[in-house]
């Protein structure tokens, strides 16, 4: 399974690269929206996993983005972040986002998560 890592912060972004690649996962990682777009535009995925608070395109496009590729409109959406409100996760919900997730998580609440998406 490939799944898009896209996180700001370099040290979750290592961190839940190796969670996923010792549980067997393909990880291509991005570190902002701009470069998210490109790998977006260019591989397919089965996982988005995003923050929603990143630099040139915000997590909200980049899923947007995604619902609209041909290459990646059915892959499933994950969001991470540690600043949900009611208002970002009612639009993430009206965004048909598969699941969110508050940090700090911990990696088994992760691969939970992730096991439940193709259920």
Known sequence: MKILLIEKNAT???TVTRILIKEGYEVVSADNGS???ELIQSQKFDVILTNIFLKYYSGFEIIH???QSAL???AKV???SDAFTSDIIKRLCDMEVDDIISKPFLPMELMYRLSKLFD
Do not use: M, P, T, Y
Request: glycine share 0%.
């Open 12 to 14: 979750v972004r290592f």
């Open 35 to 37: 470069q998210a777009f």
């Open 65 to 67: 983005l995604a619902k």
């Open 78 to 80: 994950i969001v991470i």
């Open 72 to 74: 990646n409109k059915d």
